[in-house]
DNA sequence: CGAATACTTGATTACCTTCAATACGCGTGG
DNA sequence: CCACGCGTATTGAAGGTAATCAAGTATTCG
């Protein structure tokens, strides 16, 4: 897998990576940063679907559907390796072991949507907000990039909003009643979850839905 | 893949096929009704992810993940029929195109997802509600389900609102708006549409995410 | 025909949005 | 070094969408 042609490239903060309509050759694995796969509305208000992280592929289905239907763009400044879907059919076809990892992850991909769907359909702001930060720490951690309970967050209040279907006000008013509920320490993009416990109750947050592997190194 | 072994089965409105933590061995294909997957929160609040109509494999995740994060159950009364793991996966190796066409199948399960998430977090009840029919008419037109913009569509108004994330009094009043602006006649389970465009129009509805292939026989 | 389920309606309340203004933080340039 | 400017965060007030509560009315089905 190593042997795989990538080209790597670096984009700032807010930058579209691929756009919806667009008929990709490759896909972008996410090597550094923060990264989103995102929607907008006719009116213009944006909807974020997927946060991804490093080692994250956010434009993998474009190997089987030939149209996008959505824009992945960054939210922080990023480093991207791009593998062509070509390389990728042949790596599935003389390893298919390979091509059933993806597929996996294409799944828990889905399996992360689902629950995102539950939060925005039916828990409150406060509720949603604690669930999302639970799976970003998570997920983070998973790929190693938590330390002691904190790690670097640098979302806006505006792009927590657009992830959680909530104003920016509202955004910024939840964030301090998980503070004044002593459960998070949140400023210049880091991250602490004070208790976790806690947090987990608030957001109702069990991380079966991650498919997480036990860590190998 | 006629040739595959089906059992099939037959079942009550609001039974449930597969719950969420079950370790199932087989994928259920959906041949007659309407079911759903769906998830509840700790207070028993309940959220559909998606509805799926005949053709569907609601389960078809579990292939590769093996705790299903989900719950599927009836909607209405469904005729089903189970293929076990095995057989689908020997069926993968022996004909890899097949295995291309599955996963494809996840991923536009997951382009609906996102569709659903985008209604959920940025839409509101009127535009959600009319979008959500416009997809329902769309898919089950593209199996044959649809008679000149007519569909049976059997669903209670509890469960519009558990797929809209809205309550049972506001969708029957959002339905009264999208009746009174004359784009759809619903009751006794039947939905016409009498203005598409209108109806498309309110619920900024693009088939482009249901990536439906052009129909053959 | 009666019970259960689904639908409808009105009144009240709660959550969240919007609008508007202010404060803070940080990098740039004078 | 400090002033300025810009983006982000915070705060208050007002308004709107949708939830909840509580009846009451249709339908469906055994």
Redesign the pocket.
């Known amino acids: 897998m190593q042997a795989l042609p990538v080209q790597t490239a670096e984009l700032k903060a807010d930058q579209d990576i691929v756009r919806e309509g667009d008929h990709p050759t490759r896909c972008c694995v996410l090597l550094e940063g923060l990264a989103c796969v995102y929607k907008l509305t006719a009116e213009g208000r944006r909807q974020i679907m997927a946060v991804q992280v490093p080692g994250d592929i956010p434009d993998l289905q474009s190997l089987h559907l030939n149209t996008l239907d959505n824009s992945v763009g960054t939210l922080t400044p990023c480093r991207l390796g791009f593998i062509s879907h070509d390389a990728i059919r042949e790596l599935c076809r003389a390893h298919p072991r390979i091509g059933g990892i993806l597929w996996r992850e294409t799944l828990v991909d889905a399996a992360i949507f689902r629950e995102w769907m539950l939060n925005l359909g039916r828990r409150?702001?406060?509720g949603?907000l604690a669930h999302l930060l639970c799976e970003l720490v998570a997920r983070l951690r998973a790929v190693g990039l938590v330390q002691d309970d904190t790690c670097d967050l640098p979302l806006?209040?505006?792009e927590l909003g657009d992830i959680l279907?909530?104003?920016?006000?509202?955004v910024?008013?939840?964030?301090?009643e998980l503070r004044a509920a002593g459960l998070i320490t949140l400023?210049?993009g880091s991250l602490t979850v004070d208790d976790w416990a806690g947090l987990a109750a608030a957001g109702e947050f069990d991380p079966a839905y991650l498919h997480l592997q036990p860590r190998r190194t």
């Open positions: 409150e702001a406060y949603r806006t209040q505006a279907g909530l104003s920016t006000v509202h910024n008013r939840t964030l301090q400023r210049g």
